[in-house]
């Protein structure tokens, strides 16, 4: 049966709902002429979408094709061309957009820190997105904007949230931009060959923080692994179950906070053996194993005490083939 | 800097992480020669990207593109015209492309049912995507996909989970496939024009489901409205603060299952006035309001019953300008 219009759209100028560049931002972001993004588009080098009213768009994945095509380096806004807001697209204000480009043309941590704090406790899906988008077309990698922004701002917004400087539904809507922005640029960027390797990540039974393990199968997910997530607050002894449906290469524990370490203690006794049995390596992380004590129940290959740490091992233990 | 060439991919063809379809695949889906997508695609008609090696890919937006450009109708594999699995670029498997596109054929949503079930509780998200992605491109909307083929099997899921027919993981994984699934198609079809209006959106403190609150997210989103989405769990006494603040057009609760009733009362005693002052309405709908007793603890402007009937009153009393 025929699409029914109606439920297509109403014409607006891109059918998609994919964030997209117009020519002046591009050139803006690259240092160089309109026309000169336009030479490119029209040689094909750069691809472009038409509007229905004939104007360029560019995709996140057509710049970057682009960037690593010709070994471009993406130099940053010049502050002195900076055009009306209204050019924008409507998807973020000027204000933030010429803080966010200032702030990367300095690599300037702790302003894109406080942006991106502003634009999560706000509920702010859009700057969040377009922050991370921007910092990766700067050079930033994934790992880099999940240890040198999201981890120190969702750390700060925890902390002002337990002294009562934050209220709950702000912590709320800054892990829903996080979870959402994350999502949006892992959705966009390369990833790796498939290995053919298979993680099985999940969250202790009672534990509902969700970010730190969403941040650790988007990292496996790049690397090319084939990643099985239960998600957070899975009972350990269906960990079990699911280890020996799966069989996975490893599994991965993330954990903030560890509630009946009793029974935790009796299904991991149970858990781990399994793992032997297939060969299967554990890997923990997260702020529920800073304490040793808890590290000594949790029996495990490795403990990652961040991303970058764990990348390393997942790069060494497992080379590409 | 200019970007590490080593994080940014592998050198496969293509440098993004988007669903693409072959020249073979839209020519089995629209049932034409592969020669007329060729020329579609050559006279500028029907978008497509060039891999390195040179060969055309499709995109669903572009797909999306032609055929309301077009008012075409895609009518499906057909059945004898199949090729070897390895021309599928490794997305799925042929047997379920081809069980998919036969059930879709005969618009028959017992098997399509099954299948999304299969792929859920074995956490295979590319099926899960392919699924929903193939099942828009042929004509169903995406109420008509949350609600005949979402909403049924994680009612099923649920429903054997309960009997102990079910694994908690596989219940777990039955979510995150979702979520990831609905999201991925979400991001990628038309939304309408921005309509100004806000929606709040969240479930009651005690309730940890989000699936049926993201589904609502999702089609405000589509209607173009602005969410400000506080996810599950959000004490209602939040509900108010954030009300005050972002002072929306309406207030969506969905929940499941509802916990703490006297606490709830007392909240929302002092919730609802608010939402009488700034002439906020608000919207309830979710398992949770099945009983009359709790609806009328919960005053409301609206009590929606199903997903559709929610889109019908939000284009009832909110009309496109």
């Not at 808890?294 to 005490?305: C, E, L, P």
Request: net charge negative.
């Amino acid at each position: 049966m025929p699409r029914k219009p109606t439920e297509s759209g109403n014409g607006s100028p891109s059918s998609a709902n994919e964030r997209t560049y117009s020519t002046a931002e591009v050139a803006r972001m690259w240092n160089v002429g309109e026309s000169t993004v336009k030479r490119w588009s029209d040689t094909g080098d750069l691809d472009c979408i038409r509007t229905r009213g004939g104007h360029r768009r560019f995709t996140l994945d057509a710049l970057l094709r682009f960037q690593e095509a010709h070994q471009f380096e993406s130099t940053g806004w010049i502050h002195e061309a900076l055009t009306p807001a209204g050019e924008e697209n409507g998807h973020v204000d000027l204000a933030f957009a010429t803080r966010l480009e200032t702030a990367l043309n300095e690599r300037n941590h702790e302003t894109l820190q406080a942006l991106y704090y502003e634009a999560a406790t706000a509920g702010d899906e859009k700057r969040g997105i377009e922050l991370l988008q921007r910092a990766y077309l700067r050079g930033f990698s994934e790992i880099e904007l999940k240890e040198d922004i999201l981890t120190p701002v969702l750390h700060l917004i925890g902390e002002r949230w337990r002294r009562g400087e934050l209220n709950i539904y702000e912590e709320h809507l800054a892990s829903r931009v996080t979870l959402s922005a994350t999502d949006h640029l892992h959705s966009r960027i390369p990833h790796k060959k498939p290995t053919g390797r298979t993680a099985l990540c999940g969250g202790p039974e009672g534990d509902l923080h969700e970010i730190a393990l969403r941040l650790v199968v988007e990292i496996l997910e790049t690397e090319g692994w084939n990643v099985i997530s239960m998600g957070p607050n899975t009972p350990i002894f269906s960990f079990s179950d699911a280890v020996r449906r799966f069989k996975p290469d490893i599994v991965c524990i993330s954990s903030t906070i560890l509630v009946d370490l009793e029974r935790l203690r009796r299904d991991y006794a149970q858990f781990f053996p399994i793992t032997r049995e297939l060969g299967t390596r554990v890997i923990i992380g997260g702020a529920a194993f800073i304490d040793p004590e808890v590290r000594g129940i949790f029996t495990h290959d490795f403990h990652g005490n961040s991303f970058s740490e764990f990348l390393t091992y997942l790069r060494k233990e497992f080379p590409a083939a």
